[in-house]
C-alpha cells in the first residue's frame, strides 16, 4: 500500500474492512469498560445498601414482635423494601411526604425499610 | 464627468452583466439549486436549522463570485481556498492572506476549516444527550458499531467509481449519518468536496424516515419487529458523571485523531450531567450551538460555487451518500437480528437501524415503526442506546479514517 491516494481496489478493500474492524475493536473495549464501570457502581451500591439500615435505624422496625395476625405487605410504586404493617399505602406515602419535609430532605434521598402501626395495649 | 463610460463600467460590474461571460451560467444553475434547497428546508422541513443556512450560503456565494470577474466584492473565494492548500503557493496554510483578502464567508469559513465549529457543535451534542439508555445497556454500543458498515461499503464504492483515498474516506463517512464528523473530515481530507457532501450528509438525514422504515420491514420479520423489550435498569447520578471522563479518556487514547470531536462531546455531557454547570450546559445546548449553526451552515454553502459543485462527481457523491445511509442501516439491522437470537429473542431489531447516529430522528423512526407492529410497543429509549453509540462509532471511524488518510 505504497500509494495512499491513487489506491488499488485490492488496497482499498483492505482499508475498509480494516476500518470496520477497528470500528468494531474499538466499541467492544469501550463496552467492557462500561460493563466493568456499571459492575462497580451496582457492587458498591449494594455493599452500601447493606451497611445502611444499620447506620439509619437502631432497631428495625420489621424486628419489634408482631402481634395479630399482621402480614406485610410491599408498597406499591417502591423498589419492594418497604414493607407496610397494617398500615394503608395512602398513609405510608403521606408519612414519607411528612418526615421528609420535617428533615428538609428530599424523599428519593431517604430510604425507608418499613412501616407499621404501634398499637397501644390498654 | 464621463456619464456613459461610468454607466458601461456599472453594468459590466454587475452580476447580470456576469451570467453571460464565460461559466456564468453555472452560477445561475446553482442560484436554481440554492432555491430548491430553501424550499426543502423552509415548506418540506427537511433539517431547516442547516439546510436553510447552507441554502442561504449558496445563494450569496453564487451571486457575488463569477468566474469571468475579479472576485473583488465576492463573500467566498475559492482561489483563495485553493492557494491555501497548494503547498507551492506563499499562501499555503495562511490564514494571514484569508483574513485580509477574503470575503465575510471567507472569514466563516476559517472555523470550519480550522475544525472548530463541528466539534463546538459536537459539545452542543454531548450537552444535549442523555447517555442513561447507553449506559443501562452497554450492549447496545455494538449496534452502533455495526451501523458504521455504510461509511467502508462507500468507501470502498468511491475508489471503485476512481475517486482518491482521501475523498472516498470524506464520501464514505456521509454513512455516519453525523453531519458535523462529516464536515470535520472532509475538510481534513478532501475540502474541494465540503460542498456536495455536507448536502448529501444532511439531506440523507432528513430523509431517513423515509429511506429506513421500508428497510426495516424488508430485513425483520413480523414476529421479529412484535418483540417488547424489558425495562432498562436505572442508571445513577455518579455513572453519569463519571462516563463522559471515562469515554473520553478511552477513546482518545485508542485513536487521538479523534481528540476534538469525542473531547467536545464528552466535556459538553460532562457539563450536562454534573449538576454544577448548568448555565454552561444550557449556552452549549442553546445559544452556543445556535450561533455556530449559523456560521458553519452559511459557510458550507459557500462552497458550492458553480465551478466546485456542477461536476459529475458531485452525482456520485449524492448516489454513494444515498449507498453508505442505507448499508448502515443495513448493517444495524443485521447487528440487531443477531442480538435477537443472541439474547434469545428479548431484543427488538428495530432498534438497529438507530445505530447511525442522526441523533434523536433515526431512534424516533425504530420507535414509530415498531409501534405500527405492536401498540404497546415502546422502543424509543431503547433505541436512544444504540443512537448515541451511533455517535461514538461514527467519531471512531473517522478518526481511522484521519489516521490513515490524514498524513
Avoid at chain 2, 461559466?23 to 436553510?52: C, H, Q, R, S, T
Wanted: overall charge neutral.
Amino acid at each position: 500500500m505504497n500509494d495512499l491516494v491513487n489506491l488499488s481496489l485490492g488496497d482499498g478493500a483492505g482499508i475498509a474492512v480494516l476500518g470496520y474492524l477497528v470500528v468494531f475493536l474499538g466499541i467492544v473495549m469501550l463496552m467492557l469498560v462500561v460493563m466493568l464501570m456499571s459492575r462497580i457502581m451496582i457492587v458498591s451500591k449494594a455493599k452500601a445498601a447493606k451497611t445502611a439500615p444499620v447506620k439509619a435505624v437502631d432497631i428495625p422496625a420489621d424486628a419489634i414482635p408482631l402481634t395479630g395476625p399482621q402480614a406485610a405487605i410491599t408498597a406499591p410504586g417502591t423498589a419492594g423494601e418497604l414493607k407496610l404493617y397494617d398500615t394503608e399505602p395512602r398513609d405510608a406515602a403521606m408519612i414519607m411526604a411528612i418526615l421528609a419535609d420535617s428533615l428538609g430532605k428530599p424523599l428519593n434521598e431517604l430510604r425507608f425499610l418499613s412501616i407499621r402501626e404501634i398499637k397501644e395495649e390498654y | 464627468m464621463d456619464i456613459l463610460g461610468t454607466l458601461q463600467k456599472l453594468a459590466l460590474e454587475s452580476g447580470f452583466a456576469a451570467f453571460f461571460m464565460a461559466d456564468g451560467w453555472k452560477n445561475l444553475v446553482m442560484i436554481v439549486i440554492a432555491l430548491v434547497l430553501l424550499y426543502l428546508g423552509i415548506v418540506k422541513k427537511f433539517e431547516p436549522l442547516l439546510l436553510i443556512g447552507i441554502a442561504f450560503g449558496c445563494l450569496l456565494a453564487n451571486l457575488s463570485y463569477f468566474v469571468g470577474q475579479e472576485g473583488g466584492n465576492a463573500l467566498y473565494h475559492p482561489e483563495l481556498w485553493a492557494n491555501f492548500l497548494d503547498q507551492n503557493s506563499e499562501a499555503y496554510h495562511n490564514y494571514g492572506v484569508i483574513l485580509t483578502q477574503g470575503g465575510l464567508l471567507d472569514i466563516f469559513y476559517i472555523g470550519v476549516k480550522a475544525g472548530i465549529y463541528p466539534s463546538l457543535i459536537f459539545l452542543g451534542v454531548g450537552a444535549m444527550t442523555d447517555f442513561g439508555p447507553l449506559l443501562s445497556n452497554p450492549k447496545s454500543l455494538l449496534l452502533g458499531a455495526a451501523a458504521q458498515l455504510g461509511v467502508f461499503f462507500a468507501f470502498f464504492g468511491a475508489i471503485a467509481l476512481g475517486f482518491t483515498g482521501p475523498q472516498a474516506a470524506s464520501i464514505g463517512i456521509i454513512g455516519g449519518a453525523d453531519g458535523p464528523t462529516a464536515i470535520f473530515l472532509t475538510t481534513k481530507l478532501a475540502p474541494e468536496l465540503l460542498g456536495p457532501i455536507a448536502i448529501a450528509a444532511y439531506s440523507y438525514m432528513a430523509l431517513i424516515p423515509m429511506i429506513q422504515p421500508p428497510l426495516m420491514k424488508l430485513f425483520t420479520t413480523d414476529e421479529m419487529r412484535k418483540v417488547k423489550m424489558e425495562q432498562t435498569r436505572e442508571v445513577s447520578k455518579t455513572e453519569k458523571i463519571i462516563f463522559p471522563i471515562v469515554v473520553a479518556s478511552f477513546v482518545i487514547l485508542l485513536l487521538p485523531s479523534t481528540a476534538p470531536l469525542i473531547g467536545c462531546l464528552m466535556l459538553g455531557n460532562l457539563f450536562r450531567e454534573t449538576g454544577v454547570t448548568d448555565r454552561l450546559s444550557d449556552t452549549a445546548q442553546n445559544a452556543l450551538m445556535n450561533i455556530v449553526t449559523i456560521f458553519l451552515a452559511t459557510s458550507v454553502g459557500a462552497t458550492m460555487v458553480g465551478g466546485n459543485f456542477l461536476q459529475v462527481k458531485t452525482l456520485y457523491i449524492i448516489l454513494l451518500g444515498l449507498v453508505a445511509f442505507s448499508i448502515s442501516t443495513i448493517g444495524g439491522l443485521t447487528g440487531g437480528v443477531i442480538m435477537y437470537y443472541a439474547s434469545g429473542k428479548k431484543i427488538n431489531p428495530l432498534i438497529g437501524s438507530a445505530g447511525v447516529s442522526a441523533v434523536p430522528m433515526a431512534a424516533r423512526v425504530s420507535q414509530d415503526v415498531g409501534r405500527r407492529y405492536n401498540k404497546t410497543n415502546f422502543l424509543l429509549m431503547h433505541a436512544m442506546g444504540p443512537n448515541v453509540a451511533g455517535v461514538i462509532g461514527s467519531a471512531i471511524a473517522a478518526g481511522f479514517l484521519l489516521s490513515v488518510f490524514g498524513g
